[in-house]
């Protein structure tokens, strides 16, 4: 069965997305820039901007229409918050593949309830899907547990980190069937189920403003208005191109302000920068590379053929290792005023590597792409 057909936030055309990115960049530059180190170091979880990112289509411009979709404006708009911010890049993503779970389920109950509430951001919420894209590989195991009851399922289990996450939000993520071998049900989680809670995590390297949480689930009552799908093999495998693809606005947001970054000190360590093997003008072709390929393949995200899918991988891969290198080099660039904490320079460095070990990490893309 097709995805039910949600109605459509925005109109799908050029113009519009690029008016959503534009007004998206917008907000990134006077209301993220002035909150990304508070978002860094935990203080603050920016909700209220997320709001208001969906008043002005950001988690909309991807719905399917006539059986297709495009994924190029909401990878442009995490790429201009991902400029400002690397962790409200992420939570843009973890928003973007909520409505896209929700768009592309088949049970109409669901899409009726939360689809145009997640695309238009008064709902937030994310994706528990880490532990699933890992078990699909050969990595972990799956750590939710399910068995059929009248009118749904009971679950059970901890998830260790879920982000974007908060006392009213929801996320989409998988359970394995105790009652039936190798079936696996994939669903949404509701964060305000008196089953379900939220264990605060250590502090992390950098990311402590996104709403991450550990997630334990006590004998939770999955009602039928919450599945996604049933059984779930097919939906991941119609879904997981989205997922990857829009983790590049991730990437390619940051890359652009790492060069920017070495740019802004060229005027006063330009002397002896340029004896550096890595300079800005190589990143800037990078990043062409990385947007153009980018662009191509998100405009055909149910693309069924293997070798597109491969192109995926690779592309997702190359975009982590690229945020590395153009952070590295942005802190060799700048020297000792980026090794300050008052430097964007550290921090984009500490959110490079996490655009590099989030799921899918650079050692499970390669292990995909070896086994492929």
């Known amino acids: 069965m097709g995805s039910v057909a949600l109605n459509r ?7 519009a997305s690029a008016s959503i990115t534009d007004q998206v960049a917008t907000i990134a530059r006077a209301n993220l820039a002035p909150m990304a180190s508070a978002i860094d170091d935990g203080t603050l979880y920016p909700d209220e901007l997320l709001h208001r990112l969906g008043d002005v289509g950001a988690w909309g411009s991807h719905l399917p229409r006539n059986g297709a979709a495009d994924l190029r404006c909401a990878i442009q708009s995490i790429a201009a918050l991902g400029e400002v911010c690397g962790a409200t890049a992420f939570m843009a993503w973890c928003q973007n593949t909520l409505v896209w779970y929700a768009a592309n389920s088949s049970n109409p109950a669901l899409v009726a309830k939360f689809g145009d509430k997640f695309a238009t951001g008064q709902l937030l919420g994310g994706t528990g899907l880490s532990n699933p894209m890992k078990s699909f590989f050969g990595i972990e195991k799956l750590k939710l547990k399910g068995r059929k009851v009248d ?3 009971l679950v059970r289990g901890a998830l260790p980190w879920v982000s974007n996450l908060g006392p009213n939000h929801f996320f989409g993520t998988i359970f394995e069937r105790e009652d039936e ?9 509701d964060c305000s189920d008196p089953g379900i809670s939220l264990q605060p995590c250590k502090p992390f390297l950098a990311m402590d403003g996104t709403g991450t949480y550990g997630v334990q689930f006590r004998d939770v009552f999955v009602p039928d208005d919450l599945i996604l799908a049933d059984p779930a093999g097919n939906f991941v495998k119609k879904i997981r191109a989205g997922f990857i693809l829009l983790q590049a606005g991730m990437a390619t947001g940051l890359i652009r302000d790492c060069i920017n970054i070495m740019k802004e000190v060229d005027q006063s360590l330009g002397h002896v920068n340029r004896y550096l093997p890595e300079q800005p003008v190589n990143f ?3 990043l062409d590379e990385i947007e153009n390929e980018a662009m191509a393949l998100a405009a055909d995200p149910y693309n069924e053929e293997e070798s597109y899918w491969r192109q ?3 592309l997702r891969l190359r975009a982590g290792e690229a945020s590395v ?3 590295h080099a942005a802190m060799l660039h700048c020297g000792a ?11 984009r460095l500490r959110e490079a590597y996490f655009v590099a070990i989030v799921t899918p990490a650079t050692k499970q893309l390669r292990k995909m792409l070896a086994d492929m």
Not at 9 to 15: I, L, P, R, S
Not at 181 to 189: C, E, N, S, T
């Open 9 to 15: 936030h925005v109109v799908g055309d050029e113009v």
């Open 151 to 153: 009118g749904g399922y």
């Open 181 to 189: 071998p190798g079936g696996i049900v994939m669903f949404l989680a």
């Open 284 to 286: 800037g072709e990078l």
């Open 312 to 314: 995926v991988v690779a």
């Open 325 to 327: 290198a153009a952070a």
């Open 337 to 347: 005023r980026g090794y300050l904490k008052s430097h964007r320079a550290q921090r």
